[in-house]
Nanobody, 126 residues
Framework: VQLQASGGGVVQPGASLRLSCTGS????????TAWFRQAPGKEREFVVG????????VYADSAKGRFTISRDNAKNTVYLQMNSLRPEDTAVYYC????????????????????WGQGTQVTVSS
């Protein structure tokens, strides 16, 4: 199983970006998919997680109202739409996949995930 993250770039504050996470070797339409990010000098942090079989996405407070996770099953791709970007959103963004449906308390824990993409850099700067 491989995850390929893409879509990062350099944007100004207030702009939008859409990140993609394309899977190979396994469908992304089941299990749990998440996005994490790691800013320079900081630990990796949870952004959003989604169990595709039930429930609603769970967003970190920093992402609520601005970021949206979605998927395209035909393309085996999960997206992270990021709007109203801020300088503090600057980070390397990683997608992650857990094979099962994680319990809610495990969504934000890195160790819950079985596979990781390589990361894509997002820089928000004026």
């Amino acid at each position: 199983v491989q995850l390929q993250a893409s879509g990062g770039g350099v944007v100004q504050p207030g702009a939008s970006l859409r990140l993609s996470c394309t899977g190979s070797g396994r469908t992304l339409s089941t299990g749990t998919t998440a996005w994490f990010r790691q800013a320079p000098g900081k630990e990796r942090e949870f952004v959003v997680g989604r169990r595709w079989s039930f429930g609603s996405p769970v967003y970190a407070d920093s992402a609520k109202g601005r970021f949206t996770i979605s998927r395209d099953n035909a393309k085996n791709t999960v997206y992270l739409q990021m709007n109203s970007l801020r300088p503090e959103d600057t980070a390397v963004y990683y997608c992650a996949l857990a094979q099962g449906n994680l319990i809610q308390s495990s969504l934000n824990k890195e160790l819950s995930y079985d596979y990781w993409g390589q990361g894509t850099q997002v820089t928000v700067s004026s």
